[in-house]
């Protein structure tokens, strides 16, 4: 495992929107998704999972379903809505300008200034 | 939720295990690093907003395990509560629905009572009835349609073939049902034909009456019926819901005029206001009629007439308005007093746990969440009290409708639902208020310094304790003003119940008869009556003497004028006596007391001399500077030789300020010696009472009664038996209902004003515990301690006291028109209230108090 780093809630709504928008997944998987695509890079604590996930459902942008696990066990299943889908971009798109005024920033030097 | 969860953890564990973790080990980390899972859980209602029942369901158990801890509190918020709620609710909706009874017409706001004002130097009068020229003036009102009936609805004789019975009937003028818009069910109303002298006998019955004797035959309209001797035909029956306010049985034609029973105001009055008319232009036209009433001579010159249109409702309330309208003072006083008692309850409450409060803020807990949590015991209390004071409320409300008995007709009350919920807001808000205030304040207070203060266990502060005092200073107080107008309204009714009743009404039976007859037109077929009934009743096993007479001691008797012939003072204008007509036997029968001279015998005929008796109060007011045996007066149609002088007995009165009941003036004539046409008048406002003194047994002498009233004219029916003692009672129900009421209402603020004593004083030996261990310990006796303790609460008592007595001074005013035979500012009253309320106050400071005595001063001091 690389380096933890802690996370706020509105970058974490924005991880789940982008993990459930591959496929549908269940709390577990989604864990375990954003684990995979960011390399390992991007823990996500556990307690904090759930009260995000009944968040967004309750805002609409992803509904549920209950089916079963790969072991055979009950589990509620998300995917992203339009409501969600159209979200998601929206928060995208104001991350990359955010993070390219970052580093536009840090990558000033003394005379540019 | 939880299955969404357990097989998260459950897949967590299943990777650890793949990766070589043993089960138990990899069960263990799942649940571990998953969190606490009810945190999980709340924090995801949170999220969704759906945690408000939960944390609700917390704040409601916590009150409730609170409010269990401290017992006395509890109990004391909750009685007061409930009593506050059910009691006030209770006697609110007993005034509530007889001053506000709507009357069973349709439309009813538009109809009217005229009301006059009658002045005259020495005499005030109001009443609802006018006379026959009166009538007619108001005919031509513009404003109103108008129709009369005979305020008495008298006792008559019915007699359908076999069937004998007294019924109560009422006379209406033609138009009176249009007048109410209740049509009758079969048949027609009189017309104007019939209202006249001289007009066709008609009669409507009420539905009672047909469905009695005519079993709900439709043909019975059209068929004759004998009434008071003759026959009348039945025109109309009125429908089965028409409940007027006083039952009666049938109607017949009113037949005003201007002179008999028009010459004197007799007549009542129901008005509708027409269409688009007001009550203001309705009472605009009365008064001109009541300038033309005034010059029309029919009243002594001097006498100041005044008229005005009112609305019904108040004709029917006029008795009943001011004893309720003091009842309902009363019941917001009380409600006023609990509520104080509610607001000191908590107050002492929120003081005492000011370390509680700091102790949870500064565990983290959040202002909101105090706030919230002791709303919840608020609300709790309310709740639970408001329940405790429904069910008082319908025990108070079926031992109300014991203590009225027949006095009263409080059978429609039930618990008025909007009393309900003012009693109920009233306290619930004060609750709020009062128990919020101690959440803001401490939230606001240095947790440190609460928590360090050890609550108030210090020397007592003054200052924060101002607030209580003043309330119980104002419970004290209010309480004072009910105990003053209590007691009064009590001696009123000891006054009335120990007036010398002036005869001896214990085994003494009254039978009432109806001689409005036709076939009783003439005095000698009433004296003829009279003496063969008479005689068979005399003639009875149980009976010991009998006699007759017109009306009753403590009844209301005739108003009749009268002159002095002889004397120092010869009336050129004659005065206005109660008069009233006996047989003899009548003052023999009740033992009232000869006091000089002799009674009425049977040697007094028609043709002798005309003789009277007077009564003492007579004498006093009228014959003072002479010998009144053989003193001469001109009255009910003859000059009458004054020949004996009777006992004084209380009597209702018609006239004049004599109050309820009292020994006015009274004139006794011999039946024998009255004319036809004075029988005929009086018969058709007073039923006779044949008057027997026996030895006990009612029912047997009952029958015999009648069987003697059978004898002598088979078509005369007894109209009612009754014991003298009962018809005594009946006169001072009224004023004993209130005293009880009112009386009732009185201790009930005592009591509550004695809570709140108590637990202000309670409260002081629980805060100045350590201070007393101190003082206990370096000397002091536990006496001193005590009394350093209860003085308090006597001092606020006594300073309540002052200012209640200031108060009621003041409000005595207002009741004045009930106190008989007290006066209002009578300063017995005032001590005997203020040392019953001083008496309790002493209690239940001493009470709390005694706890000090049992201190040990080595324990309050170790206890830190």
Same mark, same amino acid.
């Given at each position: 495992?690389g380096?933890?780093?802690d996370i706020l809630?509105?970058?974490l709504d924005?991880?789940i929107?982008k993990?459930?928008?591959l496929?549908?997944?269940h709390?577990y998987?989604?864990?375990l998704?954003i684990?995979q695509i960011s390399?390992d890079?991007l823990q996500i604590?556990q307690g904090?999972? !759930?009260?995000? %996930?009944y968040?967004?459902?309750h $805002?609409?942008?992803?509904e549920s *379903?209950w089916?079963e /696990?790969e072991?055979?066990r009950?589990?509620? !299943?998300?995917t %992203?809505?339009?409501t969600g889908? $159209?979200?998601l971009?929206?928060? *995208?798109?104001?991350? /990359?300008k955010?993070?390219d005024?970052?580093?536009?920033?840090?990558?000033?030097t003394?005379?540019?200034? | 939720m939880?299955?969404?969860?357990?097989?998260?953890?459950?897949?967590?564990a299943?990777?650890?295990?793949?990766?070589?973790?043993?089960?138990?080990?990899?069960h263990?980390r799942a649940r571990?690093e998953f969190g606490?899972l009810?945190?999980?859980r709340?924090e995801c209602?949170?999220?969704v907003?759906?945690?408000w029942?939960?944390v609700l369901a917390r704040d409601?158990?916590?009150?409730?395990r609170?409010?269990r801890k401290?017992p006395?509190?509890?109990?004391?918020a909750?009685l007061?509560?409930?009593?506050?709620?059910?009691?006030?609710?209770a006697?609110?909706?007993?005034?509530?629905?007889?001053?506000?009874r709507q009357l069973?017409y349709?439309d009813?706001?538009?109809?009217v009572?005229?009301?006059?004002?009658?002045q005259?130097t020495g005499?005030?009068y109001?009443?609802?009835?006018?006379t026959g020229?009166t009538?007619?003036?108001?005919r031509g009102?513009s404003?109103?349609?108008i129709a009369?009936f005979s305020?008495?609805?008298?006792?008559?004789?019915?007699?359908?073939?076999?069937?004998?019975?007294?019924v109560?009937a009422?006379?209406v003028t033609?138009?009176?049902f249009?007048?109410l818009?209740v049509?009758?069910a079969?048949?027609?109303?009189f017309?104007?034909?019939?209202?006249?002298?001289?007009?066709?006998?008609v009669?409507?019955?009420?539905?009672r009456?047909?469905m009695?004797?005519?079993?709900?035959?439709?043909?019975?309209v059209?068929?004759?019926?004998n009434?008071?001797g003759e026959p009348?035909?039945?025109?109309?029956?009125m429908?089965a819901?028409f409940?007027?306010?006083?039952?009666?049985d049938?109607?017949?034609?009113?037949?005003?005029?201007?002179?008999?029973?028009g010459g004197?105001t007799n007549y009542d009055?129901v008005?509708?206001?027409?269409p688009?008319?007001t009550l203001?232009?309705?009472?605009?036209?009365?008064a001109l009629?009541?300038?033309d009433?005034?010059?029309?001579?029919?009243?002594?010159?001097?006498?100041?007439?005044?008229?005005?249109?009112?609305p019904?409702q108040r004709e029917?309330?006029?008795n009943?308005?001011?004893p309720?309208?003091?009842?309902?003072?009363a019941?917001?006083?009380?409600l006023?007093?609990g509520?104080v008692?509610i607001?000191a309850?908590?107050l002492?409450?929120?003081?005492?746990?000011?370390?509680?409060?700091g102790?949870?803020?500064?565990?983290?807990s959040?202002?909101?969440a105090?706030?919230?949590?002791l709303l919840?015991?608020?609300v709790?209390?309310?709740?639970?009290?408001g329940a405790i004071g429904i069910v008082?409320?319908?025990l108070?409300?079926?031992?109300?409708k014991?203590l009225?008995g027949?006095?009263?007709?409080?059978?429609?009350v039930a618990?008025d639902?909007?009393v309900?919920?003012i009693?109920?807001c009233?306290s619930i808000?004060?609750?709020?208020i009062f128990?919020?205030?101690?959440?803001?304040?401490?939230?606001r207070?240095d947790?440190?310094?609460a928590?360090l203060?050890?609550g108030?266990?210090g020397?007592?502060?003054?200052?924060r304790?101002w607030?209580?005092?003043c309330l119980?200073v104002t419970?004290?107080a209010?309480?004072?003003v009910?105990?003053?107008v209590a007691?009064?309204?009590v001696?009123?009714?000891?006054y009335?119940?120990?007036l010398n009743?002036g005869f001896?009404?214990?085994?003494v039976?009254t039978?009432?008869?109806?001689l409005?007859?036709a076939?009783?037109?003439?005095?000698?077929?009433?004296?003829?009556f009279f003496d063969d009934?008479?005689?068979?009743v005399?003639?009875m096993?149980?009976v010991?003497?009998?006699?007759?007479?017109?009306?009753?001691?403590?009844e209301?008797?005739?108003?009749?004028?009268?002159k002095r012939?002889?004397?120092p003072h010869?009336d050129?204008?004659?005065a206005?006596t109660?008069?009233t007509y006996?047989?003899?036997?009548?003052f023999e029968?009740?033992h009232a007391?000869?006091?000089?001279?002799?009674l009425l015998?049977?040697?007094d005929?028609k043709?002798t001399?005309p003789?009277a008796m007077?009564?003492?109060?007579f004498v006093r007011?009228?014959?003072r500077?002479q010998d009144?045996i053989?003193?001469?007066?001109s009255?009910?149609?003859a000059?009458?030789?004054?020949?004996?002088?009777?006992g004084?007995?209380p009597q209702?009165?018609g006239?004049?300020?004599y109050?309820?009941l009292?020994p006015?003036p009274?004139v006794f004539?011999?039946?024998?010696?009255?004319?036809?046409?004075?029988l005929?008048l009086v018969?058709?406002?007073?039923a006779?009472?044949?008057?027997?003194r026996t030895n006990?047994?009612?029912?047997?002498?009952?029958?015999?009664?009648a069987?003697?009233?059978?004898s002598?004219?088979?078509?005369?029916?007894v109209a009612?038996?009754?014991?003298?003692?009962d018809v005594?009672?009946?006169?001072?129900?009224d004023?004993?209902?209130?005293a009880?009421?009112l009386?009732?209402?009185?201790?009930?603020?005592?009591?509550?004003?004695?809570v709140g004593i108590?637990?202000?004083?309670?409260n002081?030996?629980?805060e100045?515990?350590r201070?007393?261990?101190?003082r206990m310990?370096?000397g002091s006796?536990s006496w001193q301690?005590l009394r350093s303790?209860?003085?308090p609460g006597v001092?606020?008592?006594?300073?309540g006291v002052?200012a209640g007595?200031a108060?009621a001074?003041?409000?005595?005013?207002?009741?004045?028109?009930?106190?008989y035979g007290v006066?209002?500012?009578?300063?017995s009253?005032?001590?005997i209230?203020a040392?019953?309320?001083?008496?309790?106050a002493?209690?239940?400071?001493?009470?709390?108090a005694?706890?000090?005595?049992?201190l040990?001063?080595a324990?309050?001091l170790?206890?830190e």
């Amino acid at each position: 495992m690389g380096k933890q780093v802690d996370i706020l809630q509105g970058m974490l709504d924005m991880m789940i929107l982008k993990a459930v928008s591959l496929g549908p997944l269940h709390g577990y998987g989604v864990l375990l998704r954003i684990q995979q695509i960011s390399k390992d890079a991007l823990q996500i604590p556990q307690g904090s999972l !759930y009260p995000a %996930l009944y968040r967004l459902e309750h $805002k609409g942008w992803i509904e549920s *379903t209950w089916g079963e /696990s790969e072991n055979k066990r009950k589990a509620k !299943y998300y995917t %992203l809505t339009a409501t969600g889908r $159209k979200q998601l971009r929206a928060e *995208t798109a104001e991350w /990359s300008k955010l993070s390219d005024a970052i580093a536009s920033l840090l990558k000033a030097t003394p005379d540019e200034v | 939720m939880h299955h969404e969860m357990a097989s998260h953890m459950a897949a967590y564990a299943d990777d650890l295990i793949a990766r070589g973790v043993p089960p138990d080990e990899a069960h263990r980390r799942a649940r571990v690093e998953f969190g606490p899972l009810e945190e999980v859980r709340e924090e995801c209602r949170e999220s969704v907003g759906l945690r408000w029942p939960f944390v609700l369901a917390r704040d409601l158990r916590y009150a409730a395990r609170i409010l269990r801890k401290s017992p006395a509190f509890t109990f004391t918020a909750l009685l007061t509560l409930a009593l506050c709620i059910g009691l006030n609710t209770a006697i609110f909706s007993v005034v509530d629905s007889m001053l506000l009874r709507q009357l069973p017409y349709p439309d009813p706001g538009r109809l009217v009572a005229i009301e006059t004002h009658q002045q005259s130097t020495g005499e005030d009068y109001r009443g609802f009835a006018v006379t026959g020229r009166t009538l007619e003036e108001l005919r031509g009102a513009s404003a109103f349609e108008i129709a009369a009936f005979s305020g008495i609805s008298a006792g008559i004789n019915l007699v359908n073939g076999a069937h004998v019975e007294s019924v109560s009937a009422q006379r209406v003028t033609a138009g009176y049902f249009h007048v109410l818009r209740v049509a009758p069910a079969i048949g027609r109303e009189f017309t104007p034909t019939e209202d006249v002298r001289g007009g066709a006998a008609v009669t409507v019955l009420s539905h009672r009456l047909w469905m009695r004797l005519f079993n709900g035959d439709r043909s019975a309209v059209g068929r004759p019926v004998n009434l008071k001797g003759e026959p009348y035909t039945i025109v109309g029956v009125m429908p089965a819901g028409f409940h007027p306010p006083d039952p009666v049985d049938l109607w017949a034609p009113l037949r005003p005029s201007r002179s008999g029973e028009g010459g004197g105001t007799n007549y009542d009055v129901v008005g509708r206001l027409r269409p688009g008319a007001t009550l203001a232009q309705a009472d605009a036209q009365v008064a001109l009629v009541a300038v033309d009433a005034q010059k029309s001579g029919e009243f002594d010159k001097g006498t100041k007439i005044e008229m005005h249109a009112l609305p019904l409702q108040r004709e029917f309330t006029k008795n009943i308005r001011t004893p309720l309208l003091v009842l309902w003072a009363a019941v917001v006083v009380v409600l006023i007093i609990g509520c104080v008692n509610i607001a000191a309850l908590l107050l002492v409450r929120g003081a005492a746990r000011a370390r509680e409060i700091g102790t949870r803020m500064a565990l983290g807990s959040g202002k909101s969440a105090v706030v919230r949590q002791l709303l919840c015991e608020t609300v709790l209390l309310a709740f639970v009290g408001g329940a405790i004071g429904i069910v008082l409320g319908e025990l108070g409300l079926k031992v109300l409708k014991m203590l009225a008995g027949r006095s009263v007709d409080l059978t429609d009350v039930a618990l008025d639902g909007r009393v309900l919920l003012i009693s109920a807001c009233a306290s619930i808000l004060t609750g709020l208020i009062f128990g919020l205030v101690p959440a803001l304040q401490t939230s606001r207070v240095d947790i440190r310094t609460a928590l360090l203060d050890g609550g108030s266990r210090g020397i007592a502060g003054g200052g924060r304790n101002w607030i209580r005092r003043c309330l119980v200073v104002t419970e004290v107080a209010l309480g004072l003003v009910l105990l003053v107008v209590a007691g009064l309204l009590v001696r009123t009714f000891l006054y009335l119940h120990g007036l010398n009743p002036g005869f001896d009404g214990s085994n003494v039976l009254t039978a009432g008869i109806s001689l409005q007859d036709a076939r009783y037109k003439t005095a000698q077929r009433v004296n003829r009556f009279f003496d063969d009934t008479l005689d068979r009743v005399r003639q009875m096993p149980g009976v010991q003497v009998a006699g007759a007479g017109l009306t009753l001691p403590y009844e209301q008797p005739l108003n009749i004028g009268f002159k002095r012939m002889d004397g120092p003072h010869p009336d050129a204008q004659g005065a206005v006596t109660n008069l009233t007509y006996i047989t003899p036997g009548f003052f023999e029968a009740l033992h009232a007391r000869l006091v000089r001279g002799r009674l009425l015998a049977d040697a007094d005929r028609k043709e002798t001399e005309p003789v009277a008796m007077v009564n003492e109060a007579f004498v006093r007011e009228y014959l003072r500077d002479q010998d009144p045996i053989d003193s001469h007066i001109s009255t009910s149609n003859a000059n009458r030789r004054i020949v004996g002088i009777i006992g004084d007995f209380p009597q209702a009165n018609g006239y004049g300020s004599y109050g309820p009941l009292s020994p006015a003036p009274g004139v006794f004539v011999p039946v024998s010696q009255v004319s036809d046409g004075f029988l005929q008048l009086v018969h058709v406002w007073f039923a006779p009472r044949l008057v027997i003194r026996t030895n006990g047994r009612s029912n047997a002498n009952i029958a015999g009664v009648a069987e003697a009233v059978r004898s002598a004219d088979p078509l005369m029916p007894v109209a009612s038996f009754a014991a003298m003692d009962d018809v005594i009672s009946r006169y001072m129900s009224d004023e004993r209902f209130q005293a009880e009421l009112l009386g009732a209402l009185a201790a009930l603020a005592m009591l509550l004003a004695a809570v709140g004593i108590y637990g202000l004083i309670a409260n002081t030996v629980v805060e100045r515990t350590r201070e007393l261990g101190v003082r206990m310990a370096l000397g002091s006796t536990s006496w001193q301690a005590l009394r350093s303790v209860a003085l308090p609460g006597v001092i606020l008592a006594l300073v309540g006291v002052a200012a209640g007595c200031a108060l009621a001074r003041a409000c005595v005013g207002f009741v004045s028109h009930l106190v008989y035979g007290v006066r209002p500012t009578d300063p017995s009253t005032f001590v005997i209230a203020a040392l019953a309320l001083l008496l309790t106050a002493a209690i239940a400071s001493l009470l709390p108090a005694l706890r000090v005595t049992r201190l040990n001063p080595a324990d309050t001091l170790r206890a830190e």
